[in-house]
């Protein structure tokens, strides 16, 4: 079992709903990231957090949305997405410092009908 | 452009064997380097860093080296085993800000 853990595993939805991911860690870790991971490509760094404050976007559209609610949870909206954002959405924490490695969850597989 | 790359073929060895992976990348100048382990459905797990100024680092059967001149790592995993079977993503780093860049990963067989 990881220590990063992300619902829902799998998600179906269409181009006009709206959902939520959730990621959850307990480490006490104040990075927090998204990454989105096609089949057979590496994954593809969104959004990075740090101490619940968005520092990174990697000019993701609109239709994703990130929130920290706090330094434990790391959501991911959606809102009216493409068949083309059909993937693995990955989850990861690390601790604060230089040289320390990210704790990635199982993921989310979602397809966009 | 910038680029990193690793064997784009999956590499097939008989048990037992050392596993040897290559990762290269071009106008980088990495503060240091990830390896990573991604099982199928699964999140990538971390494996070994190394840092710059390292030329080498051993854990257990794994043995990372870091040729910054050659801007190559290799990543050998010795008396290789079936469950060693993955792919294997390279990481590099460039300077204090949390992004990660991977390398495009190299699918590993060992076969029993």
């Known amino acids: 079992d990881t220590e990063v853990t992300q619902t829902p595993k799998h998600l179906v939805m269409g181009m006009t709903n709206k959902k939520s991911l959730k990621c959850e860690q307990h480490?006490?870790?104040?990075?927090m990231y998204w990454y989105k991971q096609k089949a057979k490509k590496p994954p593809e760094l969104m959004f990075v957090?740090?101490?619940?404050?968005?520092?990174i976007n990697e000019s993701v559209p609109s239709r994703f949305s990130p929130e920290c609610p706090n330094s434990s949870l790391l959501n991911l909206h959606l809102h009216a997405l493409q068949p083309e954002d059909s993937a693995l959405y990955l989850c990861?924490?690390?601790?604060?410092?230089?040289?320390?490695?990210?704790?990635f969850g199982d993921g989310t597989r979602l397809s966009i009908l | 452009s910038q680029k990193i790359e690793q064997n784009s073929e999956a590499l097939n060895i008989q048990e037992g064997k050392t596993a040897t992976l290559t990762c290269n990348y071009t106008?980088?100048?990495?503060?240091?380097l990830q390896w990573y382990r991604q099982d199928p459905g699964r999140g990538p797990v971390f494996l070994l860093l190394?840092?710059?100024?390292?030329k080498e680092k051993r854990k257990e059967r794994l043995k990372v080296t870091f040729d910054t001149t050659l801007k190559q790592s290799l990543f050998h995993i010795t008396a290789s085993q079936p469950a060693d079977s993955a792919t294997y993503l390279c990481?590099?780093?460039?300077?204090?800000?949390?992004?990660?860049?991977f390398g495009s990963g190299t699918r590993l067989l060992v076969r029993p």
């Open positions: 957090y740090s101490y619940e404050k968005l520092s």
């Open positions: 106008n980088y100048s990495p503060a240091y």
């Open positions: 480490m006490g870790h104040r990075a």
């Open positions: 190394i840092r710059e100024n390292e």
């Open positions: 990861a924490s690390s601790p604060q410092g230089v040289y320390q490695p990210q704790h």
């Open positions: 990481a590099l780093r460039m300077d204090s800000s949390y992004k990660l860049i």
